[in-house]
C-alpha cells in the first residue's frame, strides 16, 4: 500500500511527537505546573497538528514548530486560567523553599525564579532544561541566531544566581 503524501505528514507528525513526548511533557508540565493539563494540552497539539496536516510538508522544522506551537498553547491555557497570580516574592523565600519536597512546590519555586526574569530568558532556559533541546535547536525554536540563545540562558542563570546570593540562599 502506497502512502499518500497526507500520510506521510501524519505518520512524520506522529513519529515526532511519540520520539520528543517525554521532553514535551516536562516542558508542558513545568510551563503549566500540572501533569494532567500537560497531557491535555499535548493532546489537544497533537489533534490540532494532525487536522492541518496539509501545511506541515511546508514546514522544514518540523521539531521546532511543534515546540513553539506547545509555547503557545501554554501562554494561552495561562492566560485563560488567570488564576495563577503568584504574589510572592523572593523576599518571602527560604532555603528550606530551596528544597521542594513535591512537583508542586518545585512548579511554584520555579516560577518565582522566572518571574524575575524577562520572557526571552525564562523561554530559552524552559527549552533548555525542561525541553531537553540543544541551543541550536532553541535559536530554530525562538527564530533568533545560536548567540542570542546562548546570551539569553547565561544571562537568566546569572540574574538567577544573583537574585538568590543577595538574599543568602545560595
Known sequence: M?????NKQLTRLAQ???????????????RLGSAAEAED???DLYLSLSKHHSRLAEINDLQGY???????????????RR?????????????EDL???????????IER????LPDEQSEVIR??????????????????????AKSRFRYGIDKLREALAERGLI
Open 41 to 43: 494540552t499535548l493532546q
Open 83 to 95: 488564576n495563577f497570580t503568584s504574589t510572592d516574592t523572593l523576599d518571602t523565600l527560604s532555603s
Open 16 to 30: 515526532l511527537m511519540q520520539s520528543e513526548r517525554d521532553n514535551l511533557f516536562r516542558y508542558a508540565c513545568y
Open 127 to 148: 527549552l533548555r532544561i525542561y525541553g531537553g533541546r540543544q541551543f541550536s535547536e532553541i535559536a530554530s525554536i525562538c527564530d533568533i541566531p545560536l548567540t542570542t
Open 99 to 109: 528544597a521542594p519536597k513535591d512537583f508542586e512546590q518545585e512548579f511554584r519555586l
Open 66 to 80: 511543534v515546540y513553539r506551537s506547545l509555547s503557545n498553547s501554554c501562554i494561552s491555557r495561562l492566560r485563560s
Open 2 to 6: 502506497k502512502l499518500t503524501n497526507e
Open 113 to 116: 525564579l522566572m518571574a524575575l
